[in-house]
Every structure is written in structure tokens, then in C-alpha cells.
């Protein structure tokens, strides 16, 4: 399936005005790009926008964004519409949902789903009280009152021109396939789903679902719980302002790398309230740009080697700090391994990255076990499975911080080291393993 047909114009399934919506601005974003961007994302390169004669307001919405590739067509409702044999994308213009839940509507099984050319298939969510009543699969009947059809729906292009022709209604399209066993459903899976209304408090709505989404993203228990709390308050003060999350990125790291700066002129604790600042923080490039829309694998090296210009400021600032106020030469010492493993650790995680994955973020290398595990796992690595939590940098810089307070230099750097020497010795058996493994087939592109 190539095509999808976005309807912002005539009326929805629950015969809500479709035309009101495109122009709704959530998430920095107009209501219209964030579907047509979701559309793309979920692979189909050619869209027909239908819109009321005379309307030309969603054209200026899309000029100039430079993530739209598709291939745009413009249409409006009441004229003929030419649309090739075969099935379609429908989708009504006030759906707010993922890239993922259209992919899943659309394949079946991994192959696209068939559909004749005088049927419908509608994704639904199925409850006790939902408005279509279905049996082994076919939509049985319809009430007029209630609402669990998502508003996206696939239907052949011939099914589609009659209804665009005769001002499109899609409750009014479905109802008449519904006594001829025409309509298909399929249950709603794979994201969140909404559909825009006419409360005025919708695109709000609307936006609360998309953050509230992007908060379940993060990866362990105190990002989810502790640092969340601060970090989404602050995206959504983010969105709001014209910097993009490359620019955040680098913001949030001229903070981190202060953290160096304090560490090396005798300020250990606020060195670490930096360093934590800057990983609370660091969540929130992802945030902006996942409700942005504006996530790229760009973006990711963005962040990830943002993110190793804050640890190199605290592996050299630390030992500055513990020797200008002790002079004991095992400070540089430590610094000075310290730093070695560091660089070791950044040259062949950046390799990693990009000779066996897809991904920009440092957090894929976890996914190294998936390549060197295939049989045994050495007691080493059973080790450094237990212990490796810790080494998540929201876990290390809530440490560190507990460390600068209550042990000082000698307590933060002993760490340091100890975390280092594990971290290299797990990288020694990854590289030794993955001799065996072929780049070109690994299973984490």
C-alpha cells in the first residue's frame, strides 16, 4: 500500500466536521503536518489531502517543511478523484496516533493486509460498550450513538471516488456496506490513538496524550519516576520555543561539563548537582523531538556525543580537584587510567554503533548481548549483567552526587575507576565475541 487519503473536509464517522481540525496547532505542530509526517513515517510516500472547495489554508501548513517527502496532492471534496485500483489509507484529518498503530492496521501477519475493492476495513477499539458490534471479524452493526471506530480505515480507491464524488461522509460510507457484510474491523494496537472534537480544550487533550506517552519512554525505574518529574515540565516549556532538540542537546551539555569545571576548583558537590542536572535534563532533546515529530538518527549522534564532552569534563576534572587539595600523585594516577578507558570506551562504542546497529544512542549497545550470547555466558558477563543497572547515567549521577556529600574526591574517584575497569573488561569480551559475527547480517539493523 502506496497511498493514503487524508480527509479534512464533509464529516467523520461520528459526523463531526473533519474541516476544523488540520489547522490545530498541539506540540508546535498543526494538527495536519503531525498526520502527514505520521503517514510517512509509517512508509506510504504518496498523499491526497481532501479539503472543502475554495480551501486552500492547509497548503501554507506544509510549505517549506523539510521532513515532508511525500509525494502531496491536493483535492477538493465534490469533484472527481482519480485514485488507482487498489487499497488506500483513509485516514480523518482530527486522528491523533502513531506510526506504529498505522503499520499494524495496514500489514497483517507481516504481509499488507487484502481487501476487495467493495469493502472496508476499519480500525476499532473493541470494548463492552463499543459502537460496532462485530462477529468472527465482519461488522455486523452499527449504533448511532457512542465511538470506538478510531478513524482510519482502508478501502479501494473505486469504494472511495463515489463517496468523495457525492460529498464524503464516512459514518454515511460505512452504514451503507454494514447490511452487505462488507466491513471489516481490526482491533487498535501499538501506540495511542484520539480523535480532535469540538471542545475547545481538545488540541490540549490532545497534546496531554502525546506527553504523557513520551514520559513512558524512558529506561529505568529513577528515569521513569524521579527524573521525569522534572524533565517533562521543562519540555513542554521547550516545544513552546523555536529551538530544536539539537539545540537543546548541546544547552543541556554546556550545563553538564560544568560539572569539570567545579570538580577541578575545589567544588565537588556542585560539580555533581551539575552533572545530575544535566542527566535529569538530558531527557528532554528525546521529549521535544519525539513530540515534535523531529526525531533523526542525526539527532541521536547529536546527543550522544554531547553527552561525552560532560563525562570527559568529570573523568579529568575530578583528579585535578582530589590532588590540588591533596597532592597525592594516585590521583592523577587514577585520572589518568581513567581517562585512557574513557577514550577506548568512545572509539569502540562509536564503531559499535555504527558497523553493527542502526542507532545513534549509546543506549543500543546493550543490545551487543543479542550478538555475543548465543550460547554460553561467561561468568564475567554474568557479573556485569548484575551490576551493569549502575551503570545508567541516571543511576551514576544520583551516586556520584550521594558520593560528593558524603565521601568526597577519594569516594567519587575510587567509583570511577572501579565502574571503568568493569566497563572495559565488558567491552574486551564484546569485541573478542563479536570477531565472530558478520556486520552485514547482524540482527540489530
Known amino acids: ?19 476544523s481540525h488540520g489547522s490545530e496547532v498541539f506540540g508546535a505542530l498543526p494538527q495536519i503536518k503531525r498526520l502527514v509526517i505520521t503517514v510517512q513515517r509509517a512508509g506510504i510516500k504518496r498523499i491526497t489531502i481532501i479539503t472543502e472547495p475554495g480551501d486552500n489554508s492547509l497548503k501554507d501548513l ?5 521532513r515532508i517527502e511525500s509525494e502531496i496532492r491536493w483535492h477538493e471534496l465534490g469533484s472527481e478523484l482519480p485514485l488507482e485500483d487498489g487499497p488506500s489509507l ?6 491523533v496516533t502513531t506510526p506504529k498503530a498505522l503499520l499494524s492496521f495496514i500489514h497483517t501477519d507481516g504481509s499488507e493486509q487484502e481487501i476487495r475493492e467493495d469493502e472496508v476495513t476499519v480500525l476499532v477499539e473493541i470494548t463492552e460498550d463499543a459502537w460496532i458490534k462485530t462477529d468472527t471479524g465482519v461488522v455486523s452493526d452499527m449504533f448511532s450513538t457512542g465511538g470506538r471506530a478510531v478513524g482510519a480505515f482502508i478501502a ?8 468523495v464524488t457525492d460529498s464524503m461522509s464516512i459514518k454515511n460510507l460505512v452504514q451503507e456496506l454494514v447490511p452487505r457484510d462488507k466491513v471489516k474491523y481490526k482491533r487498535f494496537e501499538n501506540g495511542y490513538w484520539m480523535r480532535l472534537d469540538s471542545e475547545q480544550d481538545s488540541p490540549k487533550r490532545a497534546e496531554e496524550l502525546i506527553f504523557t506517552t513520551v514520559g513512558k519512554t524512558a529506561t529505568g525505574w529513577i528515569s ?3 527524573n521525569s518529574r522534572f524533565s517533562l515540565p521543562t519540555s513542554r516549556l521547550l516545544v513552546k520555543t523555536p529551538l530544536t532538540p539539537n539545540m537543546i542537546s548541546v544547552l543541556i551539555n554546556i550545563i553538564g561539563s560544568l560539572c569539570g569545571v567545579f570538580y577541578a576548583i575545589g567544588h565537588p558537590v556542585i560539580g555533581a548537582l551539575c552533572l545530575h542536572a544535566a542527566t535529569i535534563l538530558d531527557r528532554c532533546d528525546g521529549e521535544v523531538a519525539r513530540v515534535k515529530l523531529m526525531e533523526t538518527k542525526k539527532g541521536e549522534w547529536v546527543d550522544t556525543i554531547s553527552d561525552q564532552f560532560t563525562m570527559l569534563s568529570f573523568i579529568i576534572g575530578v583528579p585535578i580537584g582530589y590532588y590540588f587539595i591533596s597532592n597525592n600523585p594516585i590521583a592523577l594516577v587514577l585520572g589518568g587510567i581513567n581517562l585512557s578507558i574513557f577514550v577506548f570506551f568512545v572509539i569502540w562504542s562509536f564503531y559499535f554503533l555504527t558497523r553493527y546497529t542502526n542507532s545513534g544512542s549509546l543506549v543500543a549497545y546493550f543490545e551487543v548481548d543479542k550478538l555475543v550470547e548465543v550460547k554460553d555466558t561467561s561468568y564475567m558477563r554474568k557479573l556485569i549483567k548484575i551490576v551493569r543497572p549502575i551503570g545508567r547515567r541516571n543511576v551514576y549521577s544520583m551516586g556520584f552526587l550521594l558520593l560528593a556529600i ?4 577519594p569516594w567519587v574517584l575510587g567509583a570511577t575507576t572501579l565502574g571503568a575497569v568493569m566497563f572495559l573488561l565488558h567491552q574486551l569480551e564484546d569485541i573478542i565475541k563479536l570477531r565472530k559475527v558478520d556486520p552485514d547480517t547482524s540482527n540489530l539493523k
Open 90 to 95: 483513509i485516514l480523518q484529518s482530527n486522528l
Open 62 to 66: 506544509l510549505h517549506g517543511d523539510r
Open 406 to 409: 558524603f565521601g568526597g574526591y
Open 224 to 226: 521513569r519516576n524521579i
Open 156 to 163: 479501494s480507491g473505486t469504494l472511495l471516488d463515489k463517496a
Open 1 to 19: 500500500m502506496d497511498q493514503a487519503i487524508l480527509v479534512a473536509a464533509g464529516t467523520g464517522i461520528e459526523d463531526e466536521c473533519l474541516s
